[in-house]
């Protein structure tokens, strides 16, 4: 089925495979009035750019975006944005030799199985450039919601067992690892040196702080905000699992001390004491920071041997070449992001509708 | 906006709050010919039906279910199933109080500021009482699943501290906490006499794992499989965190111990050594069991006295009164199968046009 | 697949066949605060009750509404509307022999080669009960839009050869087939009796006027408001044909007269001169008034005999009894108006996204 | 909101503004297999293609397609197909004037209330050149339906008061108006040689006959393959009215005449004698031909003198420039017939989980 766009009134689909023309992104549904231009997306493709330090893949992606449609005078026009990146460093010669046989922990086996055979070069649509669609139409989201008031802090919280302690949201872009914590950053590098060595990968955790939420967004049942952003972010490729709040925490937490109590602030609005929830109560943002975390596993194309089977049914060792990061983690912090942001504004914009009287102030001006 | 329907191909639409008429669902996109009656879905609404234990709460619910469309000569349709329940034990007296004030871990709150008041009675929409449609719908996914030979095991994995130990399917349905294993059964029921004792509530842990599914259902990008399952449990109520396979342990792995290594299985099938994966590699299923987790948030209706704020804008201190459940993961376990159970069938339908030679096939008898 | 619901945001969900137990809808999505009480539906039921003259079926159909969810207080909360109107006065007994043949102009034959094998109990889910559903939503769409300021006009146009000349709106409901015309009613009248005389039925052609529509609503590519229109009223059983503003005459005019000049209007807006283009420009709402129209076939049940051939496989001559309508376009003036009115209410919420700067108002309170 | 979407299960994204870098199109949800190369797609693009007689604008406009995604090795893979048109002819010097007013019978008015502004260069979003998405997919879509042995036959019906009346599918091409009708084709000419020699345009009827449609395609109540390809058809631009095989005549028709009777066919297989139904009863395909028609509307662009108003208020009098048809008609036969293609491929794919039995079939190999 038609499996590559996101979303229902702000959508998005997705094209292309890490080594054919090009990858891209058709953004539709975004407000007519917003300024943008390719730096505002460039800056966020930069932030999953490979090859900026010895954790992630040496390959070269100068990954350019490109507009092709649907901003005029330096303002998005109300009609779809198509983004595209040209293919530029692709080796397809690297890649022949995965065509006859199914890596582990890849999705070629299940693409052979579901399509009948499947372009192998570089992981084809499975491969992690197909975030990059995603990405560019993040930068788009997060725009948007930099308007309304909200924004994010997205970071790697842990990588192997190393966890990030003393958060400090200032470093996140001081050290290769995007960790808000320069010695849980240290201690990571030297445990991703200690795998690289064994021809070894990690996986981590990303997490993801949503501030400024109006109170209100999303619904009560199935477009629940939280389950929106389930899907979103275990719909990127190598997460494992998902939380919002204190996430799998609550199946050892009581009623007592899982509970938000009510108060109010200074200045007399109601809060939460605390944020056990993570921002949404029965589906719906309640005002407190959003904060969810993916689970992202090791990557899995890893030099040491490996068990296989090839297509004409052996069972083979394989020892997968090829420039591949050592951890995915980093490079996903902006993935998470995006796909969050995707998700909050068609939340936002799905909610207009919700009470008569601003529905009729907003139409009977 | 509309937000009470679920599915692409077999869509679901439920209805209902806990104290109004009734509850019900729409099942549309159910195959003909499917033999259906009452007795198959009393069956599953039975399962999460109170009442059954001191783990669950008192109220009598005698839900009785009532087939109003889409099954002729004891078979579908094709046509619409409309399933209704209709309301008999509610006492509207019992929740008159909580009209004023906004529950800690409860939606009271962001349903005022959403939607500008509230059916307060008995949670109304948010009601546990809302998952009935979700169970009668499930039963019928699961009917249609097994005629094609696709099967569910889901328990309690773990209630507060206590998780299972020695997995025993046969004994799940032998406790009132549906657990897999009699010791791990009694030593939760004795921390939950605890929580109670305290006027406390406690969470947990549903696990489901999903046999007999082809390889090939699910898509590569938004659409993953993983991806909609995490949506749909996600919107389940009281759901904090939901993972597939190792899921979260997947941070603290290596790519050479997660990675499951392809062989070939005694008739000369490829199939995956181990399944850390849980049964889905790219968004796609591998033929292996399908294996997910929800931790389930703690009853957040506790007798113990709570801090709140109330309609006017005072801080009050409160004791929910009423009738609930101590732990609701053991009645959460068919929501979830149900849940789970309804992606599946989605997915299934979604995919049958995958390929051009299997489509010719189809057509042109 | 699932067909049976429609609309993104503001979305319904019928459900129900002519002989089973009842039919129904959810209404999902309306906005929270509108007054809703079963009085409202009703007198949109009633319009479409057949038994009200000899030019509609002597059936009694004393369909009583009843609001099972989704109202509280007087009040419609934001949560699906679940409305039932169960079946009395069916006479199965009238159609079993229909169960052996494949009745012209209907869809017996279709539903057998689709489904296997079908409801046939006075036309199953194909059968005008079917449109209960829709109109009760259609009910609500139009209280909405009424509180917005937009008012529904619609009629029958023509029956047969018979075509209004006269207009005048305070005639429509004054006589038996809904036409503002006393003259052409009292003509067409005659013709039913014509028609009759000869076990024979007739069509015609609804026409539907929308008041006070705000300009900019619908999409300029496929969400065209002319499109899902189009859509909504071709979904009716019956329906044949569709035009928006001058329709199918078009084709014979030429860009001078047909395009509408725009002009100052005497308090200084734009308006157009004429309306050929009913109302839209571009798939977007001009402010005009939006003219749409539906050519409907007569009533295929018909006493006459007709050749058609059974389940056997026999060639055979039927003559269909029962209690059928010589004529259903005046119950379908009201079936018309609904699905226009459901449609318009969800181009409205899909809209208020539109521009950033409303956005910001909205939301940066 | 998007509006740029179609489709459920195959499903096209368009993109791209007259003027802008190009127009282009998203095909996802194409199966896995299908032979696939850019002059595939070329050829229907080339069926759009104006400058090809006087009866076209004079424009020239090489569109070059180009598949960016989606193929391998020759085969569709079944992931997204991207196709992009770079826009090369475009002056933007010829349409600086309309900025500042709102031409009639054109969306500039719709657009700038909708919107706040709009890319004018050439009609921007609503300009002709949006169906080159469409067309592209509907190549592809054609291409899928042909493997099935469905057929498509689409043509001029008729060109202001000239009708085709002696239909010879062979004479379609070989006349600059697609009309199957020599002599209709002459006096058509003449009748545009008159329209243009007074400034003017015309409009006209386009008819789609699709041939070999399997039976029990299309769902019975809103998903009626009849409403979709309403939808489908009325959102090209300038279409006005749809039918489906009798259309509006039947408004005028009886039971008697218009009831297609059920006989045997030589081989014994059931089929109606007539086809008045267009090929679909209740919304299902009834495997005679699927008739359909849509009423074009004049070339809104005309180079007489016109009045309207512009951006300041003031009334004007304007005469387009530019390089307009005096007819759209020819060219959108292309058009109509590619949105046809695109539903029945949806429908087919939507339809393959009807019946419990070939379901079971399909996955229990």
Redesign the interface.
Known sequence: ???????????I?????SH?????V?V??C????PLCEEDIQKFLDRRKPGQSKYTTPRKEDDTV?????V??G????????L?VYNKNQHSGDYSEIASY?R????D???D???????Y?GG???SGR?TIGRVAAGAIAVK?LN???ITFTTYTK?I??ITVKNFDASQIAENPLNMPDTEAAENAQAYLDA?MA?L??????VECIICGM???????????L??????????I?AV?????????????????N???????SAN?S?EK?TNH??GI???????SDIILRA????????A?T????NKS?D?IDINIKGRHDPIIVPRAVVVVESMAAITIVDA?????????????T???K
């Open positions: 089925m038609a499996g590559s766009t996101f979303g229902t009134i702000f959508k689909t997705t094209w292309g495979e054919g023309k090009g990858v891209g058709v539709d549904g407000p007519a009035g917003l490109e507009i092709l449609s649907g005029f005078d303002k998005t026009t109300g009609t779809p944005i198509s595209v199914y582990p922990g890849h999705a086996y299940t693409f199985m579901k399509y009948g055979f499947r372009d070069r084809g649509r499975s197909e948007i308007q309304l008031g842990s192997g067992p795998c064994e070894n990968s990690s996986g981590g955790v109006p109170v209100g967004i999303g619904d009560p049942v199935f477009e629940k939280n389950a929106n952003l389930a899907k979103a972010i275990m719909s490729g494992k699992g998902f939380e919002i709040g204190d996430g799998f925490d609550v199946a050892k937490a009581t009623g007592k899982n509970n938000d109590a009510f108060r109010l007399g109601i004491v929830a993570g109560l029965g589906g719906i943002s309640d005002g689970s992202i596993k090791p990557t899995p194309s890893i040491a490996q068990q296989t089977v049914g069972e936002l914009f799905s909610n207009m509708s919700a009470r008569m009287d601003s529905l009729a907003f139409y009977r």
